[in-house]
């Protein structure tokens, strides 16, 4: 009697147990989660990364049978690092060695962009087992920007000019400006000589809307951005060299690339193909065309053959 | 784009970007259908222990009703530090809170069978688990499937928080949107297949509880 | 964790009390719009289905959802986030109020009517009363979402304690994330168990007076 129930409880629970044991093994069917063959792209919150992270993702499919799972909407480069470095994510779309140089390796000495290139480089195979990528082409920086119309007001054409009106104004600025070194507000104030009214720390993506409806008088934008042209924003000259240009490349951890040896020769095919006037374009269609990154994506590879033959 | 109000706006992204919204709309209703599932295997069998063990109900009934109260935010964020990022920490948290409605739906179901019912089965000598399989669990499947709906209504809404910690689904869109130019359009793209989703997995399962409940003859 | 405090004590005083503040609001004015809303249904029985489903089908909707598609009307700040959590809160507290209203002996309402008692008098004396505890029920249950979403209020720029997650999620500052948590999670524990005291306080004094 009592095996038999003990035969019946078994039963009941065996395709339960059976069913929990399938579910949450490496990889739950469609989310292509933590097997072995995806390949786990961070990206941050920009549109900048999203178009990276899904270009990516096509050369990926277009050219080998590995699955690919984008971590999206990450705030910061130390997310996408940290996330790297604790084997969540196998590569970021974007990271800006400048950027790396300062909040990851915590670096301050120069401003050289051929010691950054480097040191970022050399540090982060040693210290981290992550492989810098030849830069896509393109660099970013910080750029002050004012309306045309501002500019007229004030006769605003360098940085150094919005020194007289700098106390009465507010300025928009990414969340992690503040606390930057090197190249952040407190030595930004050391090199120029004034500092503004008021800074309010947003999403980067608002900054150009705040400042096109005049919620702010300047912002501290990312030169790349689609909308400085849609919006026709007054691009101040940064005439102290301040701000030093930050190489954009992919970064992945040495243990992906050996893990799945096809992923090297994939993501060197990107090797300086995508130059600043590439990367302004599409960034425009994303954030004024209503598409989405991924759609953009698809259609630039597309049309550039997913760059075959082109591989350096 | 200026030209056109926001409802030619959305018209226009879902034409060129709808295999987009496809693929994050599969993905977000994937992420909390595995949450339940996983709940509902937990949490129907710990529902039907404390139906037996009443001792227990109190306690645990009430850590998960703790568990229901803490913000969902705070919750996510929580397990990330914990689990990392990505999916699979979306996953765990809409487990623990689709936890409560099935652990409370099937402990009411089991309590609310009649024990004149109950009696019966056992004067025809029944065994505990055939009086469990045959009486009980088809009596109260449409209480435990109000949970269950009530759970994946939940589950959904959690999911699109799940964005933030990267999980993908349809609150990338919502996000991309409020930080895009003039993004209500693509607000509404994410915002709206969302909303959709929870109204029709609601009167979806809520098909399945009224078919599923004894005193419905139709059903019979 | 006492660095924590050194640098941020103000700030978590500051945005506790802005967490209150949008929630507070939020709820109350879900309070004083939902229960009488929620009286007035009893009265016309023909509309009342219809406005209990639309309520069901809203409360339906995620809040990330909802809060989101206030930006394009309201824009951004706390004054869209209290729309939509005002909107949020009312379906708990309307759908309890009608129930709990219903529920009510209609032998009662009749003493009442018996007793010479006007409409308004046999609901402010009799009904109300009696169903107390499902309305508090109710706006337990509402005071548990709106504290919970808005800490997702903070991404449209309400403020409240919301800010310090989401900077922890962005700057993978584990410190943040906790500070905003814990915090937001006593807040609600606490409220949640106040207003729990408060259903069970007005439960015995109403089963007397039936």
Redesign the interface.
């Known amino acids: 009697m009592m095996t038999k129930r003990m035969k019946r409880v078994i039963k009941l629970f065996l395709p339960l147990v059976a069913l929990v044991v399938t579910l949450s093994g490496c990889s739950l069917p469609g989310l292509g989660g933590t097997s072995d063959d995806t390949v786990r792209i961070a990206a941050q919150n920009t549109t900048e990364q999203q178009i990276m992270a899904a270009i990516i993702q096509g050369m990926i499919k277009h050219y080998s049978n590995l699955d690919t799972t984008v971590i999206n909407n990450l705030g910061s480069a130390t997310v996408s690092f940290q996330a790297q470095k604790n084997d969540e994510a196998d590569l970021t779309a974007i990271r800006f060695n400048g950027t790396d140089y300062q909040t990851i390796l915590k670096k301050s000495a120069t401003k050289d962009p051929k010691v950054i290139a480097t040191t970022v480089k050399r540090d982060f195979q040693k210290k981290y087992h992550m492989t810098y990528f030849p830069s896509y082409g393109f660099a970013d920086t910080y750029q002050f920007m004012v309306t045309q119309k501002y500019a007229k007001e004030h006769n605003l054409n360098t940085v150094s000019d919005l020194k007289k009106t700098a106390p009465q104004m507010q300025v928009g600025i990414d969340q992690i400006w503040m606390n930057r070194k090197a190249d952040g507000y407190g030595a930004f104030q050391k090199a120029y000589g004034f500092s503004f009214g008021h800074v309010y720390p947003m999403q980067i993506g608002l900054v150009y809307n705040a400042l096109a409806s005049n919620k702010m008088d300047a912002i501290l934008g990312y030169s790349t951005d689609g909308r400085i042209g849609s919006y026709n924003l007054k691009l101040l000259k940064d005439d102290k060299q301040f701000f030093p240009p930050y190489q954009a490349s992919v970064v992945a951890n040495d243990k992906a690339l050996k893990r799945n040896p096809q992923l090297r020769p994939i993501l060197k095919r990107l090797d300086g193909k995508i130059p600043l006037k590439t990367m302004q374009r599409l960034n425009y269609q994303v954030d004024n065309n209503l598409q989405e990154p991924a759609t953009v994506a698809n259609k630039f590879l597309k049309d550039n053959n997913y760059f075959e033959g082109g591989q350096n | ?1 200026q030209n056109m109000n ?1 409802f030619q ?1 959305l018209f ?2 879902f034409a ?2 709808g295999m ?1 919204v496809l693929s994050q709309f ?2 977000h209703f ?2 909390s259908i ?1 949450g339940v ?2 709940a509902a ?2 949490g129907i ?1 710990i529902g039907i222990f404390i139906a037996k063990h009443r001792k227990l109900s109190g306690w645990v009934i009430g850590i998960a009703n ?1 568990i ?8 996510l ?2 397990i ?2 914990a689990l ?5 920490t979306v ?1 765990v948290t809409v487990f623990l809170y689709a936890l409560l409605p099935i652990i409370k739906n099937t402990y009411t179901g089991m309590l609310n069978v009649n024990a004149d019912v109950l009696d019966a089965g056992k004067g025809m000598g029944m ?4 009086i ?2 045959l009486i009980e669990i088809p009596l109260s499947l449409s209480v435990i499937m109000a949970g269950i709906r009530n759970a994946l ?1 939940l589950a ?2 959690i999911t ?2 799940g ?6 689904g349809l ?18 793209a ?3 297949p ?2 959709l989703m ?2 029709i997995s ?1 009167s979806v399962l809520g098909f399945f509880e009224r078919k599923f409940d004894p005193t419905n003859k139709t059903s019979q | 964790m006492i660095n924590f405090f050194n640098q941020f004590g103000s700030q978590l005083i500051f945005k506790t009390w802005q967490h209150i503040y949008i929630s507070g609001i939020s709820l109350g004015l879900g309070v004083i719009v939902a229960i009488p809303l929620g009286v007035v249904l009893t009265r016309y029985k023909r509309i009342s289905g219809f406005v209990i489903g639309l309520a069901s089908v809203l409360q339906t909707i995620p809040a990330m959802a909802l809060l989101a598609m206030m930006i394009p009307i309201f824009g951004i700040g706390a004054k869209p986030a209290i729309v939509a959590l005002f909107i949020y809160s009312l379906l708990p507290i309307l759908r309890n109020t009608y129930l709990g209203m219903e529920n009510v002996d209609p032998t009662l309402r009749d003493a009442a009517k018996g007793m010479g008692m006007s409409n308004f008098q046999s609901i402010m004396r009799v009904e109300l009363p009696l169903a107390a505890p499902v309305i508090m029920a109710g706006v337990r249950l509402s005071a548990t979402y709106v504290i919970a979403w808005t800490a997702l209020a903070s991404y449209i720029g309400a403020g409240g304690l919301g800010d310090f997650i989401f900077n922890g999620l962005n700057l993978y500052r584990s410190d943040l994330i906790l500070g905003g948590s814990i915090p937001v999670i006593i807040l609600a524990l606490v409220v949640d168990f106040l207003l729990g005291r408060l259903e069970l306080l007005l439960t015995p004094k109403t089963t007397e007076e039936g």
Request: proline share 2%; no cysteine.
């Open positions: 784009m926001i706006q226009y992204y060129h970007n987009y599969d993905r994937l992420i595995y599932v996983f295997i937990v069998p703790v229901q109260t803490v913000p969902s935010l705070a919750m964020s929580l990330m530090l990392g990022l990505g999916v699979n996953i065994t505990r688990v055939q469990l399989r209504v959904i809404g699109a928080i964005s933030f910690v990267g999980a993908g609150g990338d869109i919502i996000i991309r949107g409020t930080n895009a130019t003039n993004g209500g359009a693509i607000i509404l994410g915002a709206l969302t909303a929870a109204i609601d």
